[in-house]
Nanobody, 124 residues
Framework: QVQLVESGGGLVQAGGSLRLSCAASGFAFSSYTMGWFRQSPGKEREFVAGITYNSGATFYADSMKGRCTISRDNAKNTMYLEMNSLKLEDTAVYYC?????????????????RGQGTQVTVSS
């Protein structure tokens, strides 16, 4: 059974930091590109960051570039998203996804696996 379980969300003040984790099981984690999306109330789900299967490449949405770092530990079947200088507009549910390749990472409809999400709330 495939599972992606996000954790690390919570309430943080603007300018603060959070580290999200995504624990994977039930599939060959080390063979998949992995990534994060987020969704705020009333908005569409948007891509945040992605990382190739061997950490050879990372890629970010313009809105998060320079403020977050995606990483993974294939030995632990876990992916991370370190977010800094958080803004009010970063408030969202953050979702972990698996993709067959970096090419398809930003295409929600093509992504085979997803987690249930973790809430990040940034307060003033």
């Amino acid at each position: 059974q495939v599972q992606l379980v996000e954790s690390g969300g919570g309430l943080v003040q603007a300018g603060g930091s959070l580290r999200l984790s995504c624990a994977a099981s039930g599939f060959a984690f080390s063979s998949y590109t992995m990534g994060w999306f987020r969704q705020s109330p009333g908005k569409e789900r948007e891509f945040v960051a992605g990382i190739t299967y061997n950490s050879g490449a990372t890629f970010y949405a313009d809105s998060m570039k320079g403020r977050c770092t995606i990483s993974r530990d294939n030995a632990k079947n876990t992916m991370y998203l370190e977010m800094n200088s958080l803004k009010l507009e970063d408030t969202a549910v953050y979702y972990c996804y698996a993709a067959f390749s970096a090419t398809t990472m930003r295409r929600l409809n093509d992504l085979p696996y997803r987690g249930q999400g973790t809430q990040v709330t940034v307060s003033s």
